[in-house]
DNA sequence: AGGCACTCGTGCACACATTCACAAAGCCAG
DNA sequence: CTGGCTTTGTGAATGTGTGCACGAGTGCCT
């Protein structure tokens, strides 16, 4: 495999995408939504960018781009009309209708997933939830039944699921990636701790409890001073210096 | 050991700014560490950028200008030495001693959390799980029993902790960080679903599980091509024009 | 010893993202 | 209708991240 020459014409599809928007945007729209909602339900009609950027903790100016790419939807000296706002941002992320979701695993965070309301709410119902544990199938969480992962095939097709969600062990979490692509879900939402392989063609997020962590203690280890070099011979580099 | 007091004075020099790592490398830096480990379990002593890339799931280049913030730990025709390498990935990110996390919130999340042993075992011990639900007070998750919010600034104190998790409610989840800021938390892993507002000097990191959904949404939506729904009339706007 | 195969470390060019700054556009008062 | 005020939309400047390409070490084989 080694032998592998880098081919130029691999990957990249031509741009027959209509407007593309940059993927940074794309993770800020849900943000702005959320916030337009609760605004929209405070009885605010009208915003500015500026007011959006506010609550949102973020820069005007890039509210202002952001919002650019769905389209001219503000008006100058004004700002933007919520309502509209609100269904110009739905309809971009595709949330016209509800997206069901299965979830891999009825461990602890399976069930505390499959028990949370604002799964629903938001437009994501939990069509499904399977183990391979057979303790656990029959159980009933947050109303719904585990059912066994041998008919996951079967509730991704018949509910129409695109969207999985693994919950698995990481030891596990390959494998449920495998079934889940195999019965034909495109998008994987992963909370193991491990970097799944899958098909170029499936979109991929995860969720590292450990990664945030860990970020979190970089900024704390280097906020401490970093150079508590002193009385520990550990932090002894400086050998190959 | 040696534990010291996260500085009262948090003036200090603006600019103790030693080799700093760039963001995109600090978040996969985790990754890599993860990776190392296992290959070492495996009996693996030695690892090529190649490999680890793979393994990671990157760009080659990207692994070798990642691991060069650290300094020149490699052998050219050889590649990294995974114990050492481990060894620097953990120093720099601060890994060499624990960090106690306080969790508050004891709800389906907390408890999910609480009950998650991968906290502990990556040097992330839960030094304690408050609530503001007296009925909840008292209750033992994961070995550990959920006290009172009250309860926190000792918490954080008595356990020196610098790491809080926000599990309650949206609507709760400012009071939360508040509570935790003024108890002397200086990083925030949050969970619900808002844009919090602390000090400049706290890092905070959101998991948001909405946000994920909605950009599996929207490349769905987009895969689908987007245009599915002629029915829908109205605009819903006040017909500008 | 010398040559050769391998892999690191990094300069460089390009891509993407953020922020600034300002003209264009809308609103309103008079 | 005009002028002044506000806020958008966007070009341009700046900052950050990515990936290629290749020189420079290193170890092994002959
Ligand atoms: N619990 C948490 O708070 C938490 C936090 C962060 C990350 N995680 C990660 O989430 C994942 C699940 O954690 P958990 O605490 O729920 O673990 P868990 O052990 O409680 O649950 C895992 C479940 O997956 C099932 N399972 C195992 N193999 C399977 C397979 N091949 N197909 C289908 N189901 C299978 C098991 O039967 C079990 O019910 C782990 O990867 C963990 O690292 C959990
Ligand atoms: N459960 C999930 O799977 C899940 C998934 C994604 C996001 N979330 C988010 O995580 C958060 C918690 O979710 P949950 O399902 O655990 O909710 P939950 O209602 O089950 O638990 C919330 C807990 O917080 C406590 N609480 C409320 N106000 C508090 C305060 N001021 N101080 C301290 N504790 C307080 C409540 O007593 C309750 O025990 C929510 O913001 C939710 O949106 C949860």
Redesign the pocket.
């Known amino acids: 495999m ?1 032998a592998r020459v ?1 081919n130029v014409a691999d990957g990249m599809a031509p741009d027959r995408n209509r407007r593309r928007i ?4 794309v993770s ?1 729209l849900p943000v702005y939504l959320r916030i337009l909602g609760e605004q929209a339900e405070a009885g605010v009609d009208n ?6 950027a506010e609550l949102a903790g ?5 509210v ?2 952001d ?2 790419y769905l ?10 009309e919520v309502a509209y706002l609100v269904y110009q941002i739905r309809r971009e992320l595709g949330l016209t209708h509800d997206w069901p979701v299965v979830i891999v695993g009825a461990g602890n965070l399976g069930q505390a997933l499959a028990g949370y309301g604002g799964f629903g709410e938001r437009g994501f119902p939990v069509a499904g939830i399977v183990d391979i544990d057979t303790t656990k199938v029959g159980t009933v969480l947050g109303g719904t039944r585990v059912r066994h992962i041998d008919e996951l095939p079967q509730i991704v097709q018949t509910r129409r699921v695109n969207i999985g969600v693994i919950a698995t062990p990481g030891a596990a979490a390959q494998d449920a990636a495998d079934r889940l692509v195999k019965a034909g879900v495109t998008s994987i939402l992963n909370f193991a701790p491990i970097v799944l392989s899958v098909p170029r063609a499936i979109e991929v997020r995860k969720v590292d409890l450990a990664v945030e962590l860990q970020i979190l203690s970089y900024h704390e280890q280097r906020r401490a001073g970093g150079a508590i070099h002193a009385v520990q011979s550990g932090t002894g580099r400086s050998a190959t210096a």
């Open positions: 080694c880098p940059p993927d940074a945007t800020r915003i500015s960018s500026e007011g959006l973020v820069n005007a100016a890039k202002r781009k919002l650019s389209g001219s939807y503000g008006t100058r000296g004004v700002g933007y």
